[in-house]
């Protein structure tokens, strides 16, 4: 199994952990990962403000992976949502795909529609699936509650993410399960993590964070666990600023989905980037059954 990796803009400037833990997860279940250097920005910060400009952002991303005959692996979920959003309206629009592709012809690209999009928690439950990551068990969590936070754009618009069921998701929890965790039942564990917000209204945006994080811990939650940069950043970051200005004492620490696979894995908690969370999570380590 083959894929080019795809990281976005925030993932190798402020999570480079989550690429981490990510390499070195699918190493074990062996896929290899790609690497293509002249990605760009997926489109996602243009999308309200140039459609098109966001639209030949994302299949010039698309050609490159297709020129190379694989498919796109994404761990973020902002480009996850852009890049499939990109490919379902390219397919439904061959005047909309022609004039993408006058563009990219001027860097001598081509886009087809040949390549899939894929996000890091679809590959591990529909692609490799729970029975194969059961294999890889070595060291099971036990008694760990894990709130699962599954953000936004992975689940909606649904039948273009193709995700999971957008109301009631349960590849998230199918997967805490693999490790030996337990998933907690959490009434806002759909709720936006509010990192759309911040540095446009931080007040609300740290009120959301805050209401997530109070409810997951009120369900008796130990961590709570993403798989989208935006919201790590958003549950890890900000959560610690936040406890600094006195605005949450939940002291609810987040680690990434494949951190927390690598460790069940048996993988050296410095190969899967413990260190580089804000909050400290090496107390998870605790909870691996002796």
């Not at 591990?124 to 068990?137: C, M, S, V, Y």
């Not at 050296?268 to 999570?281: F, M, V, W, Y």
């Amino acid at each position: 199994m083959k894929f080019a990796l795809f990281l976005g803009c925030n993932i190798p400037a402020r999570v480079p952990h989550y690429e981490r833990a990510t390499r070195a997860v699918l190493s074990r279940l062996g896929v290899e990962l790609v690497s293509i250097q002249r990605f760009n920005c997926c489109g996602y910060p243009m999308r309200n403000l140039d459609q098109q400009t966001a639209l030949i952002s994302s299949a010039r991303n698309l050609a490159l992976a297709e020129r190379q005959g694989l498919d796109l692996l994404t761990l973020c979920q902002c480009c996850f949502g852009t890049l499939k959003k990109a490919a379902h309206l390219l397919a439904g629009d061959d005047r909309r795909k022609a004039t993408v592709n006058a563009f990219l012809a001027k860097r001598s690209l081509m886009y087809e529609g040949k390549t899939q999009v894929t996000h890091l928690l679809s590959l591990l439950h529909k692609q490799i699936g729970e029975q194969a990551l059961k294999k890889t068990i070595a060291a099971p969590f036990n008694d760990l509650r894990i709130a699962a936070h599954y953000g936004c754009h992975a689940l909606r618009p649904s039948d273009v993410m193709q995700f999971d069921d957008p109301v009631a998701p349960r590849i998230f929890e199918d997967l805490v399960s693999v490790t030996g965790a337990r998933s907690v039942e959490w009434s806002q564990r759909l709720e936006c993590c509010g990192a759309p917000l911040l540095g446009i209204n931080d007040d609300l945006s740290m009120q959301l964070t805050a209401g997530k994080l109070e409810n997951a811990k009120a369900a008796g939650a130990d961590y709570l666990s993403t798989a989208c940069p935006w919201c790590q950043i958003q549950f890890d970051d900000v959560q610690n600023r936040m406890e600094i200005e006195g605005r949450s004492g939940a002291d609810l620490p987040s680690i990434l989905y494949p951190q927390l696979l690598g460790l069940a894995m048996g993988i050296p908690a410095r190969t899967l980037g413990l260190s580089g969370n804000e909050k400290d999570i090496r107390g998870v380590k605790a909870f691996i059954a002796q």
